[in-house]
């Protein structure tokens, strides 16, 4: 079983957010895919219905089909939700 948790980046091109969220994974080796709502609109209703917001970036990890979404701004949050994951590992 992987120790690293899979990581789903819901952005859209031009957001600094995302951009951000983005380089911290790529900086700290955390593979992730991404998902462009930019030019979907449709996506943003998925977010809406799982999150009840339509802003990105959203962050979704966990792994065994149990996902954690992250959808406040800044790192911090996106920290300590990793560091959740990695502790869920046995």
Not at 6 to 30: D, Q, R, T
Not at 40 to 64: A, F, M
């Amino acid at each position: 079983m992987s120790t690293n948790p899979k990581i789903v980046v819901w952005s859209k091109p031009g957001c600094h957010y995302c951009a951000e969220v983005k380089s911290y994974l790529e900086a700290n080796h955390y593979s992730y895919e991404n998902i462009d709502v930019g030019a979907n609109d449709n996506l943003r209703d998925v977010l809406e219905v799982k999150y009840g917001i339509r802003h990105v970036p959203v962050v979704e990890i966990g792994r065994d089909g149990k996902f954690e979404g992250v959808v406040e701004l800044g790192l911090d949050h996106l920290q300590a939700a990793l560091e959740r994951s990695l502790r869920t590992v046995v």
